[in-house]
């Protein structure tokens, strides 16, 4: 974080960069348009928080808040229902596969339906923006108490073939995988 801290405040000039913006906590999207006022945003990053569960990191197009971001949780919980019912047939088809299979069908079902319903009520999963400006208004953002912080990104070429691994709210050392809650053995 102190990185991106000090390569903000040296940032020269007026010309706007891209830069990815980290949020100290997970937030709704009419939460978004207060935070990130006078940059324009590209994408932000969601995931539903569940605790000790892995679950989906998206990226969604927002170029106009909050409106892009509730159409696309929109979209993703439309998408996390068909997920839960494609775990759901593998189940019905499963009746010979090892237990830990059978049990890994229905977390996926379970953790899809969970998934769906948070995006379905605009949950406050946005966790990062990807957003375009000059530095004084970046540093700006950075002063909200919303941001964690903002790391500039002057070299990029091409946005839509750059790779972005933000930290998650609950991480305060690098970003990583979240530790899944260890499987209750079941009945075999």
């Known amino acids: ?35 990130l006022a006078d940059v324009s945003v590209s994408s932000v990053f969601a995931r539903v928080p569940l605790p000790k569960t892995q679950t989906e990191l ?4 927002a170029y106009r808040l909050p409106d892009d971001v509730v159409v696309a949780m929109d979209d993703t919980a439309r998408r996390k229902i068909e997920e839960a019912q ?5 189940l019905a088809r499963a009746d010979d596969a090892p237990s830990d299979t059978r049990e890994r069908y229905v977390s996926g079902a379970n953790v899809a339906d969970q998934e769906a319903t948070a995006y379905r009520e605009h949950c406050s999963c946005v966790y990062a923006a990807v957003v375009y400006a000059a530095p004084a208004a970046l540093r700006s953002v ?3 108490p919303e941001t964690r912080v903002v790391d500039p990104i002057t070299e990029l070429q091409r946005l839509d073939r750059t790779v972005f691994l933000p930290p998650l709210p609950e991480q305060d050392t690098v ?14």
């Open 1 to 35: 974080m102190r990185a991106g801290r000090d390569e903000l405040a040296a940032l020269p000039g007026d010309a706007p960069v891209y830069a990815l913006v980290s949020f100290a906590a997970y937030l709704a999207p009419e939460r978004l348009a207060p935070v």
């Open 58 to 61: 998206v990226r969604l197009g």
């Open 86 to 90: 494609h775990y759901r047939d593998l």
């Open 142 to 144: 950075a002063a909200r």
């Open 175 to 188: 970003a990583e995988p979240v530790r899944e809650a260890a499987a209750s053995p079941g009945p075999s």
